[in-house]
């Protein structure tokens, strides 16, 4: 998981997925970043680092 700053504040939260991570990882993953109230996206692990919203992605 890849918490936003200020990590109580920010819903947001990222899941990378690598590609030995399973599929129930991910979910169970997703699902307590549910139950913590936070807003999970699933992304892929890449070379490039994507950042969402005000800052700048380098993809």
């Known amino acids: 998981m890849d918490f936003f ?5 920010m819903k947001l939260v990222e899941i990378v ?5 399973s599929s129930a990882t991910a979910s169970l993953i997703r ?8 807003l999970a996206v699933h992304t892929k692990s890449t070379p490039d680092l ?3 919203g005000s800052r700048v ?3």
Do not use: E
């Open 5 to 9: 700053n200020p990590a109580p504040i």
């Open 31 to 38: 699902a307590t970043a549910t139950n913590w109230g936070k």
């Open 17 to 21: 997925a690598g590609i030995m991570t």
């Open 57 to 59: 992605s380098t993809t």
């Open 50 to 52: 994507l950042l969402i």
